[in-house]
């Protein structure tokens, strides 16, 4: 039990660091909306998605994390395009 609470603490600080930069990246992800705005350029792009999987998964020291990680990153897409699509509604 004193065990799991010290994994559990690695958690919670690893979650911190998280929450950190995901604010981060999502702050980021609102600028980029208004420059696609300004540029009209589509909030989807395909080929920056893909380009970015493929990127991360070969810093991966432990591939069989490749799936999960594409997955983890989709999630992050999808909540980065929402976010985008919010940001360019209110600002019409
Ligand atoms: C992002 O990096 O947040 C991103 C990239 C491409 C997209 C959507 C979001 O299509």
Redo the contacts with the bound molecule.
Sequence with gaps: MENLAKLRQEIDEIDNELVVLFEK?MKI?KE?AAFKRIHNMP????T??NK?IEKNISKLKDKSLSHELETFYRM??KI??DI?EKELSKNK
Excluded: A, G, K, T
């Excluded at 909030?43 to 395909?46: G, H, K, T």
């Design positions: 990246r992800s980029v909030i989807y792009d395909e920056r998605e970015i992050i897409f980065s395009r985008q």
